[in-house]
């Protein structure tokens, strides 16, 4: 091959590669979307979604997660053609409906051979990335037609979902107009689509986060309060009771602080039974350790249990019990499956038990002694 002829085909490649849209199908499924920027940069992004109508909906987002995330929410509109909503995501609950006009629906949308196809316009207000790699996510809904015109139609919550990086670098298309046009003769290729320019990326970037705080605070609540609850009558060593929960205390705090980080990165956090219940069981619990101090003091005074006794006591168990609870509710919360709830209920209920039935055989035989 001479130089010429090389040179050539080398720009024969880069033209091909920064004139077409790039296309992706997320897990290999039969749901494809279409990037397209034009070159002479302007505001215009173009998008195509294209689907089976076997989905209620599809909605594709600009970000990592739902919190925060501009999307766009495709389904049939009733009338041969589709609905695209503009939402805002606002963590783990229905999109509200966004700015309609930095969308409009193009040429070439509607419904056709069992398919939903939506070429969409985006007026990019700086939301979006365009020069490199950028995340997008997206989630799907089977289920009959919404038939709706109305953008602020509600959803049911989707079946699947996940995120994935797209270089958008690599979607130029060199004429600014809708590339996914039927009767596309304004010179956009859109025959292509280059696999290297997507990438797939975890759907959901907080889980280890997530889970983090699940496994610190179901090991502080099921395990080490009530165990350190069941040491003090055991040993009877102030000490030892103290030393114990002080570490559960912290990792509590830790717990805490991540479920914190989680839940605002989320925007859900104090916006739920799970994190209202949480922070307030943990802000009661604060007291605790100041309660357990005073009962000390009094009981070495008046060498008998006294008020703050009493109140340290079952301050203390209504508070455990309340984590207990609230466990349940954040496993609900992300969604886990029915079994996780009651694996986890049954293993908290038996550490709860076995708290009562210790307190219990123990007040009985110290009642015996006095006797
Ligand atoms: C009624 C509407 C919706 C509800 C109630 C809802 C609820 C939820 C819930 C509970 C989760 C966490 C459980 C899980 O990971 O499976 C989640 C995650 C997710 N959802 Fe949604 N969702 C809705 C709509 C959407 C839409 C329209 C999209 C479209 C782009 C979307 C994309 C995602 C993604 C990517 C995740 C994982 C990342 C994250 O945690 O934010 N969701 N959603
Ligand atoms: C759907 O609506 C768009 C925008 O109004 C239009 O350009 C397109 O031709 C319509 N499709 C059908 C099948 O009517």
Redesign the pocket.
Known sequence: MNAKKFWFLVTLGVCQVSSSPVSFCPDDSDICFQWAVPEAGSENVYLQIDAPTSYQ?????I?????G?A???VYEDGQGNVTVSN?N?K?????LLGDQDSISLLDGSGVKDGRMIANVLYKNSGKLDVSGSSDW???K?EGASLASVDPDA?????D????FSVNLAQASVSVDSNPFSENNDNGNDVSGGDATSVTETN?????NLILAHGVILTVVFVAVYPLGSLLMPWLGKWYIHAAWQMVGFLAMWAGFGIGYVVSSD?DIFFDQTHTRLGVVVVALLGMQPILGLLHHIQYRRQGARGAFGHVHIWYGRALIIMGMVNGGLGLQ???ASDTYVIVYSVVAGISALMYAGYSTFKAIKTEEKKK
């Open positions: 909906w599809i909605g594709l987002g970000g990592k997660q739902m919190a995330a999307m766009f929410l939402r995501g963590g783990h609950s229905m999109p996510i997206m989630a809904k509600s959803v049911a919550v989707h699947s979902h996940s995120a759907s959901n970037p907080n889980s989320l919360l992300t969604g």
